[in-house]
């Protein structure tokens, strides 16, 4: 009931698009609804493209119907069409369907292999590589697991750009007190939004394939990229033009949802990893753990499906798809752009480029009075300023400290979901909000 300085909660802390408005999809949602409910299938209000697909996906179910278990790898139309989808997108790298596993979202497939991978005691512990900053899934399973992080920074002054020395630096300091065996790698990255070019990801694949590592690709942010210049690769299709030593012998697992994208169906909870070079009696572990949790949700793997194999030129929901899916990420792209160059006109503020994905990461200068305060509060500094941005404004934010970041830097990330008018405000908010705090604790 206490009266705030403001008439709603931003909530620029997570990237749930719907939520902050995007529009769904209408093709992956008339899909998905003549699945559910498949007497629509004789509706003339549906178009044929979409009724074609929803027939093809209730035929791998069992009694037709999304209700019924499929089996513990996901249904096999849907790993085939996730095949199809990722050699089309490498270029015709070869993907065989056997190697898909569909997963609960992609958080559920990275725990999983982090589970198979995960074992040892005291310095033969497993370390996981992970990048700093990072999602905070990555900490939070590995501290589940009981395995060892470990950190690798990204290069803040170089656009977050991954560097193989400092790989290199934090694997030989590692190896003192645990066994470090996966590489951790998020591309285009969150919270950082940068996008790794062909040369970084080669040079990883070669250290990864030098220090026998089991990478972990994290690419659900590959249609998420608007900076000119900058492209998306894979980490399958670079491993395969490296060469048959390399592809032969890496162990690669690459994971991808339908949550983010142009899609942000975060809800549905679907997703799938692909798993290269697995030994044939490792694999089976694997099958065997995903058995336990019987199958992901049948309805997040049928809106998977419409993600890989979305309608084509020719088929009659084709331009209304196309035209939804582009101005999603065009204006995306907008305020990325929007975003960056507002946040660097503000003193005291520096963001990186937003490359990708949907996040900015802008480095906060935070005065040595405000420090004092947090101190006094048993708060991170940056902690103490999102408090008191919310506060304030009613944006809220996540600190720095929460993703990790360099000793004595400070940072917030927030999303640019908002739409663009929305964004606007919000910034404008920040920068006075900045330039008050500034003055209040120089």
Not at 221 to 245: A, R, T
Not at 316 to 328: A, D, G, L, P, T
Not at 366 to 375: G, L
Request: hydrophobic share 35%.
């Amino acid at each position: 009931g206490i009266k705030k300085p403001f008439t709603e909660v931003i909530k620029a802390n997570i990237g749930d698009a719907h939520a902050m408005g995007q529009r769904p999809i209408t093709f992956l949602r008339q899909v998905v609804a003549l699945c559910t409910y498949p007497n629509l299938l004789d509706s003339p209000s549906f178009p044929e493209d979409a009724k074609k697909r929803a027939r093809r996906i209730l035929q791998g179910c069992g009694g037709n119907s999304l209700g019924s278990y499929s089996a513990s790898q996901g249904i096999n139309c849907i790993r085939e069409d996730v095949a199809s989808y990722i050699q089309r997108r490498d270029g015709g790298v070869p993907a065989d369907p056997d190697n898909i596993y569909l997963t609960t979202g992609a958080s559920d497939g990275i725990a999983t292999i982090l589970k198979i991978l995960i074992s040892g005691g005291g310095k033969s512990r497993t370390g996981v590589m992970i990048p700093i900053p990072q999602y905070p899934l990555y900490s939070a399973a590995i501290s589940e697991l009981d395995a060892i992080q470990v950190n690798y920074y990204l290069d803040e002054e170089n656009c977050w750009a991954l560097n193989v020395n400092e790989l290199r630096r934090s694997l030989n300091e590692a190896k003192a007190y645990c066994n470090p065996k996966v590489l951790c790698i998020i591309n285009p990255g969150n919270p950082t939004g940068q996008v790794q070019n062909r040369k970084c990801i080669e040079d990883v694949i070669h250290f990864a394939w030098e220090e026998k590592l089991f990478l972990l690709a994290d690419e659900v942010y590959q249609d998420n990229v608007y900076s000119e210049g900058c492209q998306f690769h894979s980490f399958k299709k670079i491993l395969y033009e490296m060469g048959p030593e390399y592809y032969n012998n890496v162990e690669l697992a690459s994971f991808h949802s339908t949550s983010k994208g142009y899609m942000g169906e975060c809800g549905y909870r679907g997703g799938y990893m692909e798993v290269i070079n697995l030994h044939p009696e490792i694999k089976g572990q694997l099958v065997k753990l995903l058995s336990v949790r019987l199958c992901p949700p049948v309805s997040g793997q049928a809106a998977m499906d419409i993600v890989v194999n979305p309608p084509i030129p020719g088929e009659e929901s084709y331009s209304q798809f196309i035209k939804e899916k582009e101005s999603v990420l065009n204006n995306l792209a907008k305020k990325a752009k929007l975003t960056e160059d507002m946040f660097n006109k503000v003193p005291g503020i520096h963001c990186n480029p937003l490359q990708g994905a949907m996040y900015a990461f802008p480095r906060i200068f935070i005065p040595s009075k405000a420090i004092e305060e947090a101190k006094a509060h048993k708060m991170a500094p940056d902690m103490f300023y999102c408090m008191k941005l919310l506060e304030e404004t009613g944006i809220c934010v996540v600190p720095g400290s929460g993703f990790g970041q360099r000793e004595g830097s400070y940072h917030f990330r927030m999303t640019i979901l908002p739409p663009v008018e929305k964004l606007k405000i919000l910034l404008e908010k920040v920068k006075d909000f900045h330039i008050k705090f500034l003055e209040k604790y120089a």
